[in-house]
Structures are given as structure tokens and as C-alpha cells.
């Protein structure tokens, strides 16, 4: 397989399953930690049916992976996420979109684009979210069920914001801060704030003037950091019922501080050198000599996210179709009082899907689990390493030959008081043998605690989550 392949990403490890089961009893190598009681759960494009023309990884309908882990014990189910779509698609029993590489009508009453909610999972409430990374509807998802409950609209509130993936849950007040985004018309970009109960208290418009290719933002207790990047949706085509997306080198990546509950009146946009980032790892507030609120952000940047070269030229960096996907560790500074901003690399090993303790996401944190990027034509990691991202120094962990892992999760130790104190986990696959594992590190010593045994193949598929059992 090569990514020159029109459907690099449907086969090998993406190869979706064609089918639902739950698995019982699962096997242990080592021992799973007796104070691990929830499940770790992925989200992963996985159409029901054959794709029609070209095929984009994003474009799979969500199907949702997960292991329970209690008192020892583990058990396995997949199942879809029911969405509208992928209803109506059953009823059918075809395929109603064409996927994103495909031309599609302006015209139409149909939504263009089909919301799968096969991106991204978020506890909140005592239930998980499935979002889409093109902003639609969120689901509610049994935690432990895997069943979808049902399209989630927040009581009503919502109205008619969409929601992407990539929200950011405050762990010291409960609320869950998001965003949404429309490529077709104004508002581009909206806000909005879910509280612990489920329901919309605050939303806002960001004004952007062009529609980018928004994908996450950052928190800190007071300010929401929203990303306008110089990667966005080329207008003069999409009224031409084609998807394209530019990249302009020569505008500057913004960034907007916005506090919490404002309406956008208040947000203040910071500029540097053109970028990418599709996913944030924290954020934090800090105070200069001068008193002046400074956020700090770390992240994962690419420099040039779509270059002139043939792939052929870079055989060992990934690319997804166009995009080259080749991201490092940063640092970012803005300064509320100056109006000045700063960046600087951490490190020169290419990660992606970072993760942190999420109990401390909004202040300031000292280590975060990435995925490594493998060098490979698509995208894929062949291990992680855990950061000291105040410093950039980090520790390699390496799955071993013809093996791929997923994103890993931070799952704290019950009583523990430091950051680290917890551990990490992530789906493996063996290419070698078709078969995958739940693999589980001691997040202080990174020493391998349990491989649980799947008996089934699990796609590497997109964002994964920790959901605790209700206690």
C-alpha cells in the first residue's frame, strides 16, 4: 500500500469491521490495576457501506470501540454511532453522500455533508458525547453500553449552533466549553458554554472574516484560545459544489483570547507566522513582571500543512491525500496586556493526538502523552512519548516491529497527588497477526502493567476517551 492509492486509508490497519459484538473474559498478559474501573473508548470512521468514488478517511460513518475494565476483569463491544444519517442510509440500505473528495450540489435540500459523529469522545453529564470533526450534532452514548441514547440538543438550548470535536471540559467548574463552525456561510465560527446539567448558558460569535479549517481551541479558567489559521475552505469553490482547501503562507495565524462568557466583543487577536495545528494540548495563565495576564499554550504546529513537493520527494512523512502531516511540539505566549505573542519548538520529533492528566486542563501542567508519528506514507504512531512540556525533554516509549498504537489516554490513580500519577493506555494493533490489544503503561516508570487481548482486529481509527464507571 502506498499513499498514492486513492484508498490508502480504508485498507491495512483502517480497514473497517463489518460487524458488532461484545466479547467477554478477554485475556491478560501482566495484570490490569485493580483501581482502573471505566473503559477506554475510541471513536472511527467505519462505513457501513462501500464508499462511492474516492474515499477520505474522515468520511466513515462513527463506530465506537472500547474496552470495561472492573476489578480485573475486561470486556470488549463495538457498536455504531446511530446517527440520522446512518439511519436513514440503513433504511435505504445504500449509500445516500459521497464523500468529501467528491463534488456535491449546492443546491440540494440534503445536508451536504454526511454527520457521522466519528471523531471525537467526551464524558460530560454521566454520559459520552460523539461529535464530528466538521461540526454537527453531538450523540449521547451509553459509557458502558456502547448503545447510542440519542441525538444530544441539550434540552433544547443549543438552538441552532452546530458542535465540533474538540471541546474542552473545566474539571474545577463542571462546564464544557465549545465551539462550532459552518464552511458554507456566517457566523464561521461560534462558542458556547454546556453546564454540569446539561445545558447551553452562553454562546458567541467569533466574526472571522473567511471560513478556516477550525479544529480545536484551548482553555484556561478565564479565556477560551480559539485558532483562525491560514489553512481554509476556498469559497469561490464550494459554490461550485466542490470542496477544496488552501493554504495562504503569506496571512498570519490568529489567535483569539476571548474571555469565558463574553460575546466576542472582548477577544483579543494575537498574530504570528502562518501555521497549522489541528490539536492543542493545554493552556494556562500566568502573570509577567508587569502584572499583565500572559496565556500560555502548548500545541502540535505544522509548518506547512499543504507543500508544493511530491510526495515521492518526502517518502517518510505522512500525508493525508494533499495534506502533509508533519507536526512538533511548540510553545505559544500572549500577552493580554502588550497585545505581543511569542512561539517556540520544544522539540524535533514529529506527535500528534497529544494528550494530558485531564484533571488539569486549563492550568498549568508539566507532562502530556504523544502519539509518535511513525515514518510511514500515511498517517499512523509506532509509539508515544511522555513530555516534560515546560522543558521539551522527552521519554520514548516504542511498541516494536509492525505494531501501530492509537491515542493514548491518561487515566488518573485513585488518591494520587501527582500529575503523573495515573496510567496511560492505548489500542495496539500487530499488523503481523490481524489482532489488537489494550495495552496499559505505568504513567511515573512508563513499565508495560497489562496487554489485554482483543479477539478481533480494531481499526486505528481517530480520538479516544476514559469514561469511569458511575460511582
Sequence with gaps: MTNNSLFAYIQDVYAPVDDERTDVGLTVIGEIPKDMSGAYVQNNPNPQYPPQGLYHWFDGDGMIHGVQLDNGAATYRNRYVQTKAFQEEKENSAPLWRGILEPFDP???RPFDKDTANTDLVYHNGQLLAMWWLSGQPYAIDPITLETKKPEDFGGTIGDMTMAAHPKLDPRTGELIVFGYNPYQQPYLTAGVISTDGRVTHQADLRCPIPS????????????VFLDLPMYWDQKRLKQGKRRVRFDPARPSRFGVMPRYDNGDKCIWFELPACYIYHTINAHEEQDAEGNTVVVMTACRIE???????????????????LRLHPFLYEFRFNLGTGKASQRQLDDSPTEFPRINDNYTGVSSQYAYHPRVAKEQTLLFDGFIKYNTQTGVGKHVVYGEGRIGGETVFVPREGATNEDGGYVTTFVRDRRNACSELVIYDAQTLDLCAQVIIPRRVPFGFHAHWAPHPK
Design 213 to 224: 479549517l477550525f479544529h480545536d481551541i484551548a482553555i484556561t479558567p478565564n479565556y477560551t
Design 107 to 109: 443546491q440540494s435540500s
Design 304 to 322: 506547512n500543512p499543504l507543500p508544493n513537493c511530491d510526495h515521492g520527494e518526502e517518502p517518510t512523512i505522512p500525508r493525508l491525500f494533499f
